[in-house]
């Protein structure tokens, strides 16, 4: 975790200049000391560190402050002008720490005001899945492959994190976990989440 954040903030803008918010970290779980909850946590406090006067919202246990990276994880057709959808990201750019509203500068130049209830459908997004970046593009990826990640680990899965990359791709992980899903080939059944689920609970 301590090298993709130092990646992120520092040695990828200075070695390649792009600025932290041109990059995605890509991980196969959700949970997990590599998952993406925890490499979230870890990027939030590194790029956009609570401050004292700072305003921020909270959303159960996420808390949003100004500048944080966000993905909307369910279709809410009642958001903005259009809608906003399940993978949506954008930047947060303005809080009502009375109100817990929240306005949301999404990647498509729409601005969206979220309230207390709506603040619920988003998730902090330095990192995110790979299952969940199918079908998007970013200027560079951060994708990290463990043995921790064993039982996600497959061929197509990879491809999937390579090929989100438009202009740079760093792979953080071990040699084995990568050597791993190149033997592996994708599985035929459809994605439920049911192998990151069991991993979670330490089942074996």
Known sequence: VQLVERLVA?????????????????????????????????????????????????????????????????NNYNLGTSGVFNGDQGEVVGLDPHAQTMTVLLWDGREVEYSRDALRELDLAYAITIHRSQGSEMPVVVMVLHDAHRIMLERQLVYTGVTRAKQLLIVVGTRSALKLSARRARSKHRYSGLRERIAAEGVP
Do not use: W
Not at 10 to 27: A, H, M, N, W, Y
């Open 10 to 74: 520092d040695q990828i803008p200075k070695r390649f200049g792009f600025s932290p918010r041109e990059v995605t970290v890509l991980s196969p779980m959700n949970q997990g000391p590599l998952g993406i909850s925890a490499l979230n946590q870890r990027l939030q406090a590194r790029l956009t560190p609570r401050l004292p006067e700072a305003p921020y919202v909270r959303a159960g246990e996420l808390e949003f402050r100004l500048g944080d990276r966000v993905c909307q994880r369910v």
